[in-house]
T-cell receptor
Framework: EDQVTQSPEALRLQEGESSSLNCSYT??????LFWYRQDPGKGPEFLFT???AGEEKEKERLKATLTKKESFLHITAPKPEDSATYLC??????????FGGGTRLMVKP | SQTIHQWPATLVQPVGSPLSLECTVE??????LYWYRQAAGRGLQLLFY??????ISSEVPQNLSASRPQDRQFILSSKKLLLSDSGFYLC?????????????????FGPGTRLTVL
Protein backbone atom coordinates (compact mmCIF):
# COMPACT_ATOMS: atom_id res chain seq x y z
CA GLU A 1 0.00 0.00 0.00
CA ASP A 2 1.27 3.43 -0.96
CA GLN A 3 2.28 5.55 2.01
CA VAL A 4 3.37 9.17 2.17
CA THR A 5 5.05 10.41 5.34
CA GLN A 6 5.85 14.03 6.08
CA SER A 7 8.25 15.28 8.71
CA PRO A 8 8.37 17.11 10.95
CA GLU A 9 4.68 17.35 11.88
CA ALA A 10 5.25 20.90 13.08
CA LEU A 11 8.11 23.35 12.62
CA ARG A 12 8.68 26.68 14.30
CA LEU A 13 11.14 29.05 12.65
CA GLN A 14 12.28 32.56 13.26
CA GLU A 15 11.85 34.94 10.34
CA GLY A 16 14.88 34.48 8.07
CA GLU A 17 15.78 31.04 9.45
CA SER A 18 15.96 28.66 6.47
CA SER A 19 14.90 25.03 6.78
CA SER A 20 13.56 22.02 4.87
CA LEU A 21 10.43 19.91 5.02
CA ASN A 22 10.59 16.23 4.13
CA CYS A 23 8.14 14.03 2.24
CA SER A 24 8.95 10.33 1.81
CA TYR A 25 6.88 8.02 -0.36
CA THR A 26 6.72 4.28 -0.97
CA UNK A 27 4.87 4.03 -4.29
CA UNK A 28 6.73 2.33 -7.10
CA UNK A 29 6.42 3.85 -10.52
CA UNK A 30 5.90 7.41 -9.30
CA UNK A 31 3.86 9.45 -11.78
CA UNK A 32 4.18 12.75 -9.97
CA LEU A 33 4.93 14.33 -6.60
CA PHE A 34 2.77 17.32 -5.68
CA TRP A 35 3.23 20.04 -3.07
CA TYR A 36 0.35 22.15 -1.78
CA ARG A 37 0.05 24.95 0.74
CA GLN A 38 -3.03 25.03 2.99
CA ASP A 39 -4.04 27.98 5.13
CA PRO A 40 -6.37 27.36 8.10
CA GLY A 41 -9.96 26.79 7.03
CA LYS A 42 -9.15 26.90 3.32
CA GLY A 43 -8.58 24.47 0.50
CA PRO A 44 -5.05 23.44 -0.52
CA GLU A 45 -3.32 25.73 -2.99
CA PHE A 46 -1.13 24.10 -5.62
CA LEU A 47 2.61 24.87 -5.45
CA PHE A 48 4.68 22.38 -7.48
CA THR A 49 4.66 19.13 -9.40
CA UNK A 50 7.84 17.07 -9.77
CA UNK A 51 8.03 14.09 -12.10
CA UNK A 52 11.54 12.63 -12.01
CA ALA A 53 14.46 12.26 -9.62
CA GLY A 54 16.79 15.23 -9.78
CA GLU A 55 14.07 17.64 -10.80
CA GLU A 56 13.86 20.98 -8.96
CA LYS A 57 11.29 23.78 -9.06
CA GLU A 58 11.33 27.18 -7.40
CA LYS A 59 8.77 29.79 -6.47
CA GLU A 60 9.80 32.84 -4.47
CA ARG A 61 11.32 31.50 -1.21
CA LEU A 62 10.34 27.90 -1.89
CA LYS A 63 12.27 25.23 -3.75
CA ALA A 64 11.09 21.66 -4.19
CA THR A 65 13.44 18.79 -5.01
CA LEU A 66 12.84 15.11 -5.73
CA THR A 67 14.85 11.91 -5.23
CA LYS A 68 13.79 8.33 -5.83
CA LYS A 69 12.22 7.96 -2.41
CA GLU A 70 11.62 11.47 -1.05
CA SER A 71 11.02 15.09 -1.78
CA PHE A 72 12.16 18.18 0.07
CA LEU A 73 10.58 21.59 0.28
CA HIS A 74 13.31 24.08 1.08
CA ILE A 75 12.26 27.40 2.56
CA THR A 76 14.86 30.15 2.29
CA ALA A 77 14.66 33.16 4.61
CA PRO A 78 11.01 32.55 5.48
CA LYS A 79 8.60 35.33 6.38
CA PRO A 80 5.58 35.18 8.71
CA GLU A 81 3.29 34.99 5.68
CA ASP A 82 4.85 31.63 4.81
CA SER A 83 3.15 30.17 7.89
CA ALA A 84 0.77 27.45 6.71
CA THR A 85 0.44 23.69 6.50
CA TYR A 86 2.39 22.19 3.61
CA LEU A 87 1.01 19.00 2.09
CA CYS A 88 2.70 16.60 -0.28
CA UNK A 89 1.05 13.87 -2.30
CA UNK A 90 2.26 11.23 -4.71
CA UNK A 91 0.46 10.03 -7.82
CA UNK A 92 0.57 6.29 -8.22
CA UNK A 93 -1.27 3.54 -10.03
CA UNK A 94 -4.81 4.46 -10.95
CA UNK A 95 -3.79 8.12 -11.08
CA UNK A 96 -4.93 8.72 -7.52
CA UNK A 97 -3.21 11.10 -5.12
CA UNK A 98 -2.06 9.79 -1.75
CA PHE A 99 -1.47 12.60 0.73
CA GLY A 100 0.86 12.85 3.67
CA GLY A 101 -0.29 14.22 7.01
CA GLY A 102 1.27 17.63 6.36
CA THR A 103 3.84 19.83 8.09
CA ARG A 104 2.50 22.79 10.02
CA LEU A 105 4.97 25.66 9.60
CA MET A 106 4.97 28.65 11.94
CA VAL A 107 7.32 31.55 11.19
CA LYS A 108 7.74 34.04 14.02
CA PRO A 109 8.69 37.67 13.29
CA SER B 1 -9.78 30.86 -16.04
CA GLN B 2 -11.24 28.01 -14.07
CA THR B 3 -13.03 28.45 -10.75
CA ILE B 4 -14.33 25.88 -8.31
CA HIS B 5 -17.11 26.61 -5.83
CA GLN B 6 -18.36 24.72 -2.81
CA TRP B 7 -21.35 25.34 -0.62
CA PRO B 8 -22.23 25.67 2.03
CA ALA B 9 -19.01 26.91 3.61
CA THR B 10 -19.98 25.64 7.04
CA LEU B 11 -22.71 23.30 8.23
CA VAL B 12 -23.81 22.02 11.63
CA GLN B 13 -26.12 19.03 11.47
CA PRO B 14 -27.61 16.64 14.04
CA VAL B 15 -26.81 12.94 13.99
CA GLY B 16 -29.22 11.07 11.74
CA SER B 17 -30.03 14.04 9.51
CA PRO B 18 -29.44 14.03 5.73
CA LEU B 19 -26.58 15.80 3.99
CA SER B 20 -26.08 17.44 0.63
CA LEU B 21 -22.87 19.27 -0.28
CA GLU B 22 -22.45 20.81 -3.70
CA CYS B 23 -19.40 21.50 -5.85
CA THR B 24 -19.40 23.26 -9.20
CA VAL B 25 -16.58 24.09 -11.60
CA GLU B 26 -16.56 26.97 -14.08
CA UNK B 27 -14.38 27.60 -17.08
CA UNK B 28 -13.73 24.03 -18.22
CA UNK B 29 -15.59 21.13 -19.74
CA UNK B 30 -15.69 17.46 -18.79
CA UNK B 31 -13.35 17.77 -15.80
CA UNK B 32 -12.46 14.91 -13.51
CA LEU B 33 -14.04 15.66 -10.13
CA TYR B 34 -13.04 14.45 -6.67
CA TRP B 35 -14.38 14.52 -3.10
CA TYR B 36 -11.92 14.39 -0.22
CA ARG B 37 -12.37 14.50 3.55
CA GLN B 38 -9.82 15.99 5.90
CA ALA B 39 -10.15 15.09 9.56
CA ALA B 40 -8.64 17.41 12.14
CA GLY B 41 -4.83 17.26 12.01
CA ARG B 42 -4.82 14.57 9.35
CA GLY B 43 -4.16 14.29 5.65
CA LEU B 44 -6.71 14.25 2.87
CA GLN B 45 -8.63 11.03 2.26
CA LEU B 46 -10.13 10.47 -1.19
CA LEU B 47 -13.81 9.54 -0.96
CA PHE B 48 -15.13 9.57 -4.54
CA TYR B 49 -14.05 10.54 -8.01
CA UNK B 50 -15.87 10.97 -11.30
CA UNK B 51 -14.59 10.98 -14.87
CA UNK B 52 -17.95 11.92 -16.39
CA UNK B 53 -21.68 12.45 -15.87
CA UNK B 54 -23.18 9.57 -13.91
CA UNK B 55 -19.77 7.88 -13.49
CA ILE B 56 -18.81 7.61 -9.82
CA SER B 57 -16.03 5.57 -8.25
CA SER B 58 -15.84 5.06 -4.49
CA GLU B 59 -12.49 4.72 -2.79
CA VAL B 60 -13.64 3.79 0.71
CA PRO B 61 -16.81 2.17 2.08
CA GLN B 62 -18.74 4.69 4.13
CA ASN B 63 -21.98 6.37 5.03
CA LEU B 64 -21.72 8.76 2.08
CA SER B 65 -22.62 8.72 -1.60
CA ALA B 66 -21.81 10.96 -4.55
CA SER B 67 -23.58 11.93 -7.73
CA ARG B 68 -22.70 13.89 -10.85
CA PRO B 69 -25.96 15.07 -12.42
CA GLN B 70 -24.28 17.60 -14.72
CA ASP B 71 -20.87 17.90 -16.37
CA ARG B 72 -19.51 20.43 -13.88
CA GLN B 73 -21.54 19.57 -10.78
CA PHE B 74 -20.57 17.07 -8.11
CA ILE B 75 -22.75 16.35 -5.07
CA LEU B 76 -21.87 14.56 -1.84
CA SER B 77 -24.80 13.13 0.09
CA SER B 78 -25.78 11.10 3.09
CA LYS B 79 -29.17 9.79 4.20
CA LYS B 80 -28.23 9.69 7.90
CA LEU B 81 -25.19 11.48 9.28
CA LEU B 82 -22.93 9.90 11.88
CA LEU B 83 -20.71 11.69 14.39
CA SER B 84 -17.70 10.32 12.50
CA ASP B 85 -18.80 12.19 9.36
CA SER B 86 -17.58 15.47 10.87
CA GLY B 87 -14.68 16.99 9.02
CA PHE B 88 -13.55 19.35 6.29
CA TYR B 89 -14.85 18.29 2.88
CA LEU B 90 -12.93 19.34 -0.19
CA CYS B 91 -13.86 19.12 -3.83
CA UNK B 92 -11.16 19.10 -6.50
CA UNK B 93 -10.97 19.02 -10.28
CA UNK B 94 -8.43 18.31 -12.98
CA UNK B 95 -8.35 18.08 -16.73
CA UNK B 96 -9.66 14.84 -18.17
CA UNK B 97 -7.20 12.44 -19.76
CA UNK B 98 -9.62 11.49 -22.50
CA UNK B 99 -9.75 7.99 -21.11
CA UNK B 100 -12.16 6.28 -18.72
CA UNK B 101 -9.83 6.83 -15.78
CA UNK B 102 -8.66 9.71 -13.65
CA UNK B 103 -6.09 12.05 -15.13
CA UNK B 104 -2.50 12.61 -14.03
CA UNK B 105 -3.02 16.34 -14.31
CA UNK B 106 -2.67 18.59 -11.27
CA UNK B 107 -5.73 18.65 -9.03
CA UNK B 108 -7.09 22.04 -7.97
CA PHE B 109 -9.11 22.34 -4.81
CA GLY B 110 -12.18 24.31 -3.81
CA PRO B 111 -12.55 26.34 -0.60
CA GLY B 112 -14.04 23.44 1.37
CA THR B 113 -17.08 22.83 3.58
CA ARG B 114 -16.66 22.49 7.34
CA LEU B 115 -19.20 19.90 8.57
CA THR B 116 -19.89 19.42 12.25
CA VAL B 117 -22.22 16.61 13.27
CA LEU B 118 -23.59 16.92 16.80
Amino acid sequence: EDQVTQSPEALRLQEGESSSLNCSYTVSGLRGLFWYRQDPGKGPEFLFTLYSAGEEKEKERLKATLTKKESFLHITAPKPEDSATYLCADLGAGNMLTFGGGTRLMVKP
Amino acid sequence: SQTIHQWPATLVQPVGSPLSLECTVEGTSNPNLYWYRQAAGRGLQLLFYSVGIGQISSEVPQNLSASRPQDRQFILSSKKLLLSDSGFYLCAWNLASGRARASTDTQYFGPGTRLTVL
